[in-house]
């Protein structure tokens, strides 16, 4: 084969593969069909979502160009290299039409959960296949292949005019289009650009650069825009939230809520040893003995305490500018409402995400260490209540970070032995003894214990608890190797170490029992909108909880977002879990693979579409 053969040969699949690089753009460009979200795009979000949806499609349409042209380079064949190009990019682009099925369907592309749901016995029972739905989708496929041929042909006929030269251009077209479309998201991220937000998750696969922090240190963007929403609260998106409109008969004495969250907490910890102060106060209380978080990071844990919603819902959440419906209605009926944070509360971005609307709000603590800041923001509360608070009715979130930051004087660090004097996080293998980590663990919780019952002293004598909600919980666990599987910390699995915290629920008007059904952080935000804030809305309204109260069945549980998440089955706690490459990993409660499990797909399709139900 001499030169010249070679040279259109490849002249020939790289025009090839750039018009692939359109046509599939243009189907990513079709995924965000005619809904809220689509009704709502500007000329920003456009650009965006043009440029993100030509330059990943070409990220796709790069594979089988780049096999073909390994194909030819070994074999010298141009037929054999050509069929590989057209069969691929066919495959391919049969793969991204019926994705976008999947998407205007769930809202989620084509991942583990969907493979199982397709190919497991109970597929019949979800997907309603007839005979003509086979038919016209062999037909399709067909057609789709006899395109892709015919644009091969048509690119070998157009080859004499298409220069070296003209591939110069479109190559700068395609990386011009993903360093914009990522540049520009990064940026879009952080001043809330709503149509940028809330078009990306519908390009497949897509995860684009955010660098909050970065142009914060360039001064692009200040701290107060980092704290901040330059969005309409409720404008256009593609959520329904709440299902339906809020209806509230508001009662005129209005109750306190108090909310104190431990970040980190692992409930093995529970004990009278390690809580003295808050022990002596739980008899008070109604105690929740099964309470699962939602999630196993600060973020969409929070998040579902105050939603009612998993992260799952997060970008389309901040890029409509929504806000907590317990928030929003805390402010309408005149709460004042304070976040007592140790951590900052720029990122995690909790003053633009929950507290956006809430005057004079309170962005960080002054203190060195977490255990200073710790014991600030105990001050600073106890000196807000000074008076007995006799004027508006007050909410006040109290987060205390020591038992996640180990950061606090030596001394403190005595009560539980033998003990580590900081977190040496790379003496941390499968083999480690865990018994100094947890003890350092054990001695900032102890710290965290004798801060908030100084709290609770300062609630009573102020005389203020016949009329204040208390609820003490934790964001999520914290797991200490319990598993033997070598995990330390949080957020890396979804096992009820993890997952599990304690909650109190203090209540003068109600008697004190312990629950022992499963509940979870989602039922958080409902039972206080409906027991305290008088909504009347049924509880589906609100959220994907229940009432705390409420025994009904909690499967399954979803926790995570949108890029990696899972499902708890309440019984035997089994981990059903979509990893960030799409494939699923079912686990035993204790972190064991259970490769002989059979997923009930008819069960995971409710939950899904119960999620599914809060989009328009």
């Known amino acids: ?52 949806s030509l330059s990943w499609a070409a990220v796709f349409a790069l594979v089988p160009y780049l096999i073909t042209t390994v194909v030819f380079a070994i074999t010298e064949k141009k ?46 029972d979800i997907f309603q296949f007839n005979a003509s739905i086979y038919i016209k989708l062999t037909m399709a496929l067909l057609v789709l292949i006899a395109a892709t041929i015919a644009v091969w ?17 479109a190559s700068l077209t395609l990386v011009s289009a993903l360093l914009f479309s990522n540049g520009f998201h990064a940026y879009a991220a952080v001043v809330k650009i709503p149509s940028v937000i809330r078009s990306a998750p519908a390009v497949p696969y897509y995860f684009p650069l955010t660098a909050n922090r970065f142009l914060h240190k360039l001064g692009v963007v200040s701290k107060e825009t980092l704290t901040t929403s330059n969005l309409k609260s409720g404008a256009t998106s593609g959520l329904k939230y709440p299902a339906k409109e809020l209806v509230v008969e508001q009662d005129s004495a209005k109750k306190n ?26 008899p008070r209380c109604s105690y929740f003995a099964d309470h699962f978080s939602s999630s196993n990071g600060t973020t969409g844990s929070t998040f579902g305490m105050f939603f009612g919603l998993p992260s799952y819902f997060r970008n ?28 900052t509360l720029v990122y995690p971005p909790f003053a633009r995400l929950l507290f956006a609307n809430v005057p004079d709000l309170r962005i960080e603590s002054k203190g060195k260490t977490v255990y200073e800041r710790d014991c600030e923001i105990t001050d600073e509360f106890i000196s807000y209540i000074g008076d007995g608070k006799k004027g508006k009715p007050f909410y006040s979130l109290l987060f205390y970070d020591l038992a996640h930051g180990y950061e606090m004087p ?8 033998p003990s ?77 170490v993890q997952l599990r915290v304690p909650l109190l629920y203090f209540d003068a008007s109600q008697a004190a029992q312990t629950y022992r059904h499963r509940t979870t952080h989602y039922d958080i935000a409902p039972t206080l909108l409906k027991g305290v804030l008088g909504v009347k809305n049924d509880v589906a309204d609100l959220g994907i909880g229940h009432m705390l109260t409420d025994s009904c069945s909690r499967d399954w549980h979803i926790v995570g977002d949108n890029t990696n998440y899972a499902f708890i089955r309440s019984g035997d706690n089994t981990i059903v879990e979509k990893k960030y490459s799409g494939y699923i990993d079912v686990y035993d409660s204790l972190m064991n693979l259970r490769d002989d ?15 599914n139900s809060f989009y328009k």
């Open 1 to 52: 084969m001499n030169n010249v053969d070679k040279k259109d040969f490849f002249k020939c699949s790289f025009l090839y593969f750039f018009i692939t690089s359109i046509v599939l753009g243009g189907i990513f460009l079709s995924y965000l069909g005619d809904g809220a979200v689509a009704q709502a795009m500007d000329s920003q979000g456009w650009a965006f979502y043009a440029t993100a």
């Open 79 to 124: 037929r054999a290299a050509a069929a590989t190009q057209i069969s691929l990019t066919a495959l391919l682009l049969a793969y991204f039409i019926i994705n976008g099925m999947i998407y205007a369907q769930y809202r989620f592309h084509i991942n583990g959960f969907v493979l199982d749901m397709l190919f497991s016995e109970g597929a019949g």
């Open 153 to 169: 042909k048509g690119c070998k006929y157009i080859i004499g005019k298409w220069h070296y030269a003209a591939a110069l251009p």
């Open 257 to 282: 809520i108090v909310m104190i969250v431990i970040d980190s907490w692992n409930s093995r910890s529970w004990s009278d040893e390690v809580f003295p102060n808050i022990r002596a106060f739980a």
């Open 316 to 343: 389309d959440i901040e890029g409509a500018g929504t806000q907590p419906l317990l928030v929003e209605q805390m402010l309408a009926q005149g709460y004042e409402v304070k976040a007592f944070s140790s951590a």
């Open 410 to 417: 030596e001394e403190k660090t005595k009560t539980f032995q």
């Open 420 to 496: 580590w004097t900081f977190a040496n996080y790379l003496a941390l293998d499968n083999n480690t003894d865990p018994t100094p980590f947890w003890n350092l663990y054990r001695n900032c919780l102890f710290q965290i214990d004798s801060l908030v019952g100084r709290v609770l002293n300062c609630l009573e004598e102020k005389n203020l608890l016949d009329n204040t909600i208390v609820m003490i919980t934790g964001d999520h666990g914290q797991e200490f190797n319990e598993n033997k599987k070598n995990f330390w910390g949080h957020n890396s699995n979804y096992s009820p």
């Open 597 to 611: 499990y059979e997923i009930n797909s008819v069960e995971l399709n409710k939950a899904i579409l119960r999620l």
